[in-house]
């Protein structure tokens, strides 16, 4: 089964934008807390950007004012809209619960930030 499908990844140059999307289930965006990880090229998954049901945001300070995660309840979308992007910012980018237990992770979507 077929839960969380990322997508919208690609290659773009330093200081380009691009937008994710997470598509998931109503039972999915339900949840208290669900978010954005990144997974850079020999490091560990790391959870980038949150949201919660009340809306309340969190992002990891590399990212703040840069990426802006929100969701689309009526499309059961996630979205991680990425501006200003860096190097740094490459990686396989999966969507999830912000806490254990986590659902079966998806594929991912490579973004890769290169000139």
């Known amino acids: 089964q077929v839960q969380l499908v990322e997508s919208g990844g690609g290659l773009v140059q330093p200081g380009g934008s691009l937008r994710l999307s997470c598509e998931a289930s109503?039972?999915?965006?339900?949840?208290?807390?669900v978010g954005w990880f990144r997974q850079a090229p020999g490091k560990q998954r790391q959870l980038v950007a949150d949201i919660q049901r009340s809306g309340t945001t969190v992002y990891i300070g590399t990212v703040k004012g840069r990426f802006t995660i929100y969701r689309d309840d009526a499309k059961k979308t996630l979205y991680l809209q990425m501006t200003n992007m860096k190097p740094d910012d490459t990686g396989v980018y999966y969507c999830?619960?912000?806490?254990?237990?986590?659902?079966?992770w998806g594929q991912g979507t490579q973004v890769t930030v290169s000139s």
């Open positions: 999830n619960k912000a806490y254990y237990p986590q659902w079966d």
């Open positions: 109503g039972a999915f965006l339900r949840l208290n807390q």
